[in-house]
């Protein structure tokens, strides 16, 4: 890696460092040094600015692995988005059991939203995405218990929209065809990967932008590309009534 020459500057009499990510080093210089030495010295800086970005790039220990669930079709703008990730892939002849890292989900389905609603309790963080005619969602990341499950998603998508019974309905209705990522403009497929990615960083990162996104649905228009951002909260189920109705 090459270090520009304004990246390597004297102030009040000290050199400083600036690195790629925006810190900025002290080091201590040989004064009065041959032209050998002080190049020297810039490529041991070099050598651990490299080391310094190697270790980064790290993910948080435990949150180095990715998985992606996802139809047989359809879900290459999601695989895209995780290019340059270890990332395997599952599919939908058996719900995926709790094994710790991360499952980005493609839903087809609204029954689909719901398979791997029990995984965050037992340690396996879900991020779900799906699409409904023009319109593409992505869920809240769920990383644990009291995060907004699928299911807990879309029952309080019906207690807010206007038109519950005319959605539910839709939804009833659908088709695996219709949920599937095929044919989305090239834009739509750009900011729908720019999203995935940028949370699997929050959560491989561990960054601040992590609690928001964990109570947060994002919502896409694929065709006026303006996206919104509406906020959902987890809520404890009720518990099953014992023994019989009266």
Request: hydrophobic letters at 40%; a negative charge.
């Amino acid at each position: 890696m090459s270090i520009p020459a304004v990246e390597v500057f004297e102030l009040n009499g000290r050199t400083t460092v600036r690195s790629p990510d925006g810190t900025f080093l002290r080091v201590q210089a040989p004064t009065g040094a041959p032209l050998p030495m002080l190049e020297t010295f810039h490529g041991q800086i070099r050598e651990q600015l490299e080391a310094r970005a190697a270790q980064r790039m790290q993910p948080r220990t435990g949150r180095e692995s990715v998985a992606l669930l996802a139809p047989e079709a359809g879900w290459e703008p999601v695989s895209t988005a995780l290019t340059g990730l270890d990332v395997q892939n599952l599919d939908y002849r058996g719900i995926p059991e709790a094994t710790g890292g991360l499952i980005v989900q493609v839903a087809a389905t609204p029954a689909d939203r719901g398979l791997l609603d029990d995984l965050p309790d037992a340690g396996t963080a879900v991020l779900r995405c799906y699409r409904e005619g023009e319109i593409l969602f992505v869920d809240p990341l769920a990383l644990a218990p009291g995060d907004p499950s699928g299911s807990q998603v879309l029952r309080r998508r019906l207690a807010a929209s206007a038109a519950a019974d005319e959605l539910d309905g839709w939804l009833d209705a659908a088709r695996p065809g219709d949920g599937t990522l095929d044919g989305l403009p090239a834009l739509a497929t750009q900011f729908l990967g720019a999203r995935i990615r940028s949370m699997v960083a929050a959560w491989q990162y561990d960054t601040r932008e992590l609690a928001a996104l964990r109570r947060t649905l994002w919502r896409f228009d694929t065709r006026t590309l303006c996206s919104s951002e509406h906020p959902v909260l987890g809520f404890a189920e009720p518990a099953k009534r014992p023994g019989p109705r009266r």
